[in-house]
């Protein structure tokens, strides 16, 4: 039996507060422009591979696609 007859669908999970911070995030946005809790949250979806970080000096941050 193969792992992808085993799971229907792969989501990771977010909180509420994600959730409504990547709507925000629909177009790039500056890190620095969000205020310093958004930028704790941002760090985290990062490393979920939520939001995706754009340049070094002065990063942008996007919400990655999600498939429907």
Do not use: C
């Not at 669908?9 to 205020?35: C, D, G, H, M, R």
């Not at 985290?44 to 941050?61: F, N, Q, W, Y």
Request: proline residues 4%; without cysteine.
């Amino acid at each position: 039996m193969k792992l992808n007859e085993l799971i229907d669908s792969f989501e990771i999970w977010t909180t509420n507060e994600e959730a409504a911070l990547l709507k925000k995030l629909k177009y790039p946005v500056k890190l620095a422009q969000l205020n310093e809790h958004d930028q704790v949250r941002v760090q985290a979806m990062i490393r979920k591979s939520l939001v995706t970080k754009i340049g070094h000096k002065d990063p942008m941050v996007v919400a990655n696609e999600r498939p429907n």
